[in-house]
């Protein structure tokens, strides 16, 4: 194990190490919870180590570590992070997961025990997804993300839990074991599993056997048969982390896996998907716009919004990749708000539809001031980092046909119409039969949790070349740029 | 006259590990007739446990001591890693079945109850050993006739009696199908020992003879009925819901042990110059397993059928190991095994706790909420299901990628697809039973009569074992690999 590296396994480990502690260890009620936040906290310190000790100059795979696990098919533990994005996205899942972590002890889950180790392995999962460095590993980490969530959302869950759990699982699960296929064929044809050595592969099927599980998970419109249930039945944090962190492993998996192993893939079967992503943002935007309730519009933007992210990975051009990162970064703090602030409504209403709620601006300046300010960000307010995002996702899409780029404007408009809905039916017109006053404004502790989060948002906006800026210099991961980069030349 | 018949050397420690456990089931019936009832099942299931400790150590420094293979016994046994491994999952699982039975509520009989588990093992470890077409008979009809019995030793319960008789006679048809085949082989090529049969199939240039071939296809069809693999399975289902839920879940993980150890045992060295034949013959039943297996369990509301139908899709899996027929196959069987035998019996275990909580049988409905109720166990059983799944952190994951790379690297894409297809369907009903544990509220529920029975440690041991194993697997897999490896290379290809 090199010596530098012990930093990304600390993140995988802290976070399942404090779900087996949770498990394991007998402890006072009381404690469960406070433990599992400290731990969630600890994780965003170690994160934090990581930004300080990263070489922004130098770009490639940073604070990597690597240990044989078997070797006679050449698989090893091996992780690390690109500073262009995984490091980004571990930030991202880190704070979260934390907020998750913390919205949840407000809203007090039974059986803690669970739920917050469940929740602890969950963010180790995330964290090894993002960071994994072999193939094999990657997808053990890419399951072992489902087992918790199948937990949280069939325990934790709204009334009709069992059927979203099914649907969401058996989705999933055919696009998941079509990778490890995929995975199996590529590693026992390059001899090795890792992602670093392993080098490019032309077939087209490996690479959709890839895609199959990225697009399932992301959702890609026409894969999206579980997400409605699944958003709508989870609870509150798990809604917000499914939209925000899970759906982006699969944005993720296209950038670090399938370019960078099957560039012939991605040029063969761009057009397909670019068509596909377009046809979801398109029509996600629709659905938000007619959604009843407040988690159907969160949901179906969150459709749209990873049509978009698509979009821009798919330009396969430096800026559309850069806005898609940005784009991910911001989708995943914004979805996670406004699915927590969806909840806290919830719980203050006992419900999200919009015919019965109304009003709750009135008397309610933290709540009203909170949803009113991400809701701009969402809708991409010039200004804004989700502005920043789109804009560079559409100049990128752009070079790949103006069509895209028509569909992707058209949809921001969509997008700007559906948040605006949102907030006045919530905030503003007349206060429905469930919002009475006895549904009190935010409280100090989910302020405490919010805050956070539109506060990188604003600062975000305000520098969003912080994330941007880094991801073309020194991300792309190795072989993948140049091929990429020659295929683009080649149609353009 | 004994003295005129020329006896050969005995290597007494080749077969050490199959007397240990004979020898302690010797014990248990003398503990049947000498000690007195109230020690009786202590001192018993203490004699078989230490038998099967005893074969687990001798196996283990069986497996030490024959780095490179030999036949012995007037070449009718053979001495190798790939026999001593088979032993030590079996000894294993033997020992756990110890732990699992003890509180079974069983009248009477319990010391022939361990003596006849320590017989069947025995039988078992003998059959993984066998080299030739007698021993691999005897073998067979010796853990095939305890266990005929020991699924009918709940004598006062019908579905046990019923088990009983339905093993007896689909068994005995196997047998007899597979003594015919043998037959068979033997006339086509006047051989018994298993290389010398493919060597006297090479010289003579039988590989297409029509004799020896019937001879293999029933060969492979006997040992189909032990395996449990479509269209072998029949009795599958109903002998282990009926049989007591220890026996059941000794019979899965020993019983697939030594019968898969065997076929790939036969198939590799005997009949080498037909795998063009077999391979393909394997292929289709470990495909009709999954079929079967996997779309059967769906529909399953009793736990006990679910895991039976389950096991046959297991078959399946592993049989796809068998029909690769390489060296990466051989060790994804061997590999495949270990955590898969942790799992079969754990899953029972639980179900056994539970039917003794109960007093009935257990069912999707009557699981619900147990998770939250029995922690361990249902933490254990959430374990064993994601394992089956094939689900990480477990070492069923790494079975299913090592099979699924042996039937690519033999260059059958189409099968690791037909795996894939059958993993994604077994999760519907393995997920079932997560759901009933931890997502149901829990039934309004009719404890047995006398209440809760105490918190049973020896069963809790032995789930925790089967954990230990069955997580264990995944992370160290490193060695179980090396163990497994080693182990095929004693085999004489």
Known sequence: ?????????????????????????????????????????????????????????????????????????????????????????????????????????????????????????????????????????????????????????????????????????????????????????????????????????????????????????????????????????????????????????????????????FPVGVHDFRTPILVLAAIGLAYGSLLAFRAPDIRGVVAYSSLAQLGLIMLGLFATNDLGINGAVLQMVNHGLISAVLFMLAGAIERRAATGQFDLLGGFARGRPALATVLMTTGIIALAVPGSTAFAGEFAILAGVFRQGWFYAVVGAAAIVLAAMYMLRLISAVLHERPGPSATEAALDLRPGELAILTPLVALLLFLSAWPAAISDRVSAAAQPAPAASAIGTSTAETT | MIGAIARPPVDWFAISPALATLGAAGLCLMVAVLVPERARRATAAFTAAAGFVTAFVLAAVLYDRSPDGESVIAAAVRRDRYAALAAIIVAGAGLVAVLVSYSERTKGHVAEFYALLSAAAGGMIFLASANNLMTLFLGLEWFSISLYILCAVDADRERSLEAGLKYLIVGGFGSAVLLFGSALVYGATGELEFSRIAFSVASNDLAHDTILLIGLAMVLAGLGFKVSAAPFHMWTPDVYEGAPTSVTAFMSAATKTAALVLTLRILFTAFPQEADLWTIAVAVIAC??????????????????????????????????????????????????????????????????????????????????????????????????????????????????????????????????????????????????????????????????????????????????????????????????????????????
């Not at chain 1, 972590?101 to 889950?109: C, D, P």
């Not at chain 2, 059928?305 to 390489?326: D, E, K, Q, T, W």
């Not at chain 2, 077994?426 to 039934?443: G, H």
Request: hydrophobic residues 55%; glycine residues 10%; proline residues 4%.
């Open chain 1, 1 to 261: 194990m090199s010596a530098h590296g012990w930093i990304t396994t600390t993140l995988i480990l802290v976070p399942l190490g404090g779900a087996l502690l949770l498990w394991l260890v007998p402890m006072p009620r009381v404690w469960i919870a406070p433990t599992a936040m400290l731990v969630s906290l600890f994780e965003i310190g170690f994160w934090i180590e990581a930004v300080a000790r990263f070489d922004f100059d130098r770009g490639g795979l940073q604070e990597a570590s690597k240990l044989t696990w078997f070797k006679d098919l050449g698989v090893a533990y091996h992780v690390g992070m690109f500073e262009g994005f995984s490091l980004w996205l571990v930030g991202l899942t880190t704070v979260v997961m934390a907020a998750a972590v913390a919205y949840g002890m407000w809203a007090g889950r039974d059986n803690p025990r669970a739920y917050y180790g469940l929740m602890l392995f969950l963010t180790g999962a995330i964290v090894g997804v993002f960071t994994a460095q072999d193939l094999l590993l990657f997808y053990v980490f890419w399951e072992a993300m489902l087992i918790p969530l199948y937990v949280l959302i069939g325990v934790w869950g709204g009334p009709r839990r069992l059927q979203a759990t099914i649907k969401f699982v058996i989705y999933t699960m055919v696009g998941s074991l079509l990778m490890l296929a995929a995975v199996i064929v590529y590693g026992l044809q390059a001899g090795t599993f890792s992602m670093v050595s392993g080098g490019t592969n032309a077939s087209d099927w490996i690479f959709l056997g890839f895609a199959a599980a990225f697009i399932v998970k992301a959702p890609l419109f026409p894969f999206h048969g579980w997400l409605p249930d699944a958003y709508r039945e989870s609870p509150a944090e798990v809604s917000a982390v499914l939209s925000g962190i899970v759906s982006k492993a699969a944005a993720f998996g296209f950038l670090r896996i399938c370019f960078s192993l």
């Open chain 2, 288 to 493: 009709a397993s999954l079929a079967v297996g996997n779309l059967a369990a769906l529909v399953q509301r009793n736990i006990k059928r679910l895991l039976a139908y389950s096991s046959i899709s297991h078959a399946g899996f592993m049989l796809i190991a068998v029909a690769s027929h390489n060296a990466l196959g051989g060790r994804a069987l061997l590999y495949y095994l270990i955590p898969y035998s942790a799992m079969s019996i754990g899953a029972f275990a639980v179900v056994a706790a539970r039917e003794r909580e109960l007093g009935q049988e257990v069912t999707l409905d009557n699981l619900a909420g147990m998770g939250w109720e029995r922690p361990l166990l249902g933490a254990a059983m959430w374990t064993f299901m994601l394992g089956f799944a094939g689900l990480p952190p477990t070492g069923g994951f790494l079975g299913k990628f090592y099979v699924f790379s042996a039937a690519y690297d033999h260059g059958w894409l189409w099968l690791v697809i037909v795996g894939v297809a059958a993993t994604a369907v077994s999760l519907y009903y393995y997920l079932a039973v997560i759901r009933a544990l931890y997502m149901r509220p829990s039934a309004e529920l009719q404890f047995a009569a006398g209440g809760q029975p105490p918190r049973d440690l020896l069963l809790q041991l032995g789930v925790l074992a089967c954990v230990a194993v069955a997580v264990g697997s995944f992370f160290g897999v490193q060695p179980l690999v090396d163990l497994s490896r080693h182990a095929f290379q004693t085999l004489p290809l």
